[in-house]
Nanobody, 124 residues
Framework: VQLQASGGGSVQTGGSLRLSCTAS????????VGWFRQAPGKEREGVSC????????WYADSVKGRFTISRDDAKKTVYLQMNRLEPEDTAVYYC??????????????????WGQGTQVTVSS
C-alpha cells in the first residue's frame, strides 16, 4: 500500500483543516490507519488512529475533542478533521498503516507503509 497525505496548509489559531490520507496503490479495507505528526526537533508522535471495519478510534489527549478521524474505504481515504487548531499543532503530519486494529497501547513503531507528510502551520 502506498499512502499520500494531503490537505495541509497555514491557518490562524482557531481555524480548521481537513487532512486526507489516500492509498494510491492497494486497499485500506483490512488495515488500521494512523495519523502522526512531527514538529522540528521533536519525536514523531501519534495523533489519531482508526481501526478497519468496526472503525474504533484512538486520539492523543492533546487533540481529543478537537480532531475527528474517519474513513471511506470505497475512496481508499482516511480523513483527519482538525478544528480549533493551536500553534502547538504545527508539524508535518503523516499517515501510516497497521494490521486490522489500532495498537493498544498505542505505539508508533507498530506502523508501516508511511506516506509522505503534509505541513500544517498554525499561527497565533
Amino acid at each position: 500500500v502506498q499512502l499520500q497525505a494531503s490537505g495541509g496548509g497555514s491557518v490562524q489559531t482557531g481555524g480548521s483543516l481537513r487532512l486526507s490520507c489516500t492509498a494510491s496503490a492497494g486497499i485500506l479495507d483490512y488495515l488500521a490507519v494512523g495519523w502522526f505528526r512531527q514538529a522540528p526537533g521533536k519525536e514523531r508522535e501519534g495523533v489519531s488512529c482508526i481501526s478497519s471495519k468496526i472503525g474504533t478510534t484512538w486520539y492523543a489527549d492533546s487533540v481529543k475533542g478537537r480532531f475527528t478521524i474517519s474513513r471511506d474505504d470505497a475512496k481508499k481515504t482516511v480523513y483527519l478533521q482538525m478544528n480549533r487548531l493551536e500553534p502547538e499543532d504545527t508539524a508535518v503530519y503523516y499517515c501510516a498503516t497497521d494490521h486490522l486494529i489500532c495498537p493498544v497501547p498505542f505505539r508508533v513503531d507498530k506502523f508501516f507503509n508511511w506516506g509522505q507528510g503534509t505541513q500544517v502551520t498554525v499561527s497565533s
